[in-house]
């Protein structure tokens, strides 16, 4: 059963950090790229950062020179380093993979909220 869990979200002041973790099961996840994806009330859910299986990765102009993604093969986890955090940063954020046989597979996110 693939399975991932993301943790790490909370309330935080804009300018502030935080960093998201995502430990994936049921894949063998050093084959995959990953991704971050976050989903914004009354929004459609985006892709944010993204790390090819060899390390090089993707950013989305909203988010790019503030976050970092970053993996850990041996423990199945993807990171999300996220720094000079804004209110439109506000959202639930996901992890999954690249791939479309995993995209019925859904985590329950974590929380990100980024207001004074």
């Known amino acids: 059963q693939v399975q991932f869990v993301e943790s790490g979200g909370r309330l935080v002041q804009p300018g502030g950090s935080l960093r998201l973790s995502c430990v994936a099961s049921g894949i063998i996840f050093s084959i995959y790229g990953m991704g971050w994806y976050l989903q914004a009330p009354g929004k459609q859910r985006e892709l944010v950062a993204h790390?090819?299986?060899?390390?090089?990765?993707n950013y989305a102009d909203s988010v790019k020179g503030r976050f970092t993604i970053s993996r850990d093969n041996a423990k199945n986890t993807v990171y999300l380093q996220m720094n000079s955090l804004k209110p439109e940063d506000t959202a639930v954020y996901y992890c999954n993979t690249d791939a479309e046989t995993t995209k019925d597979y859904w985590g329950q996110g974590t929380q990100v909220t980024v207001s004074s």
């Open positions: 790390m090819f299986r060899y390390g090089s990765t």
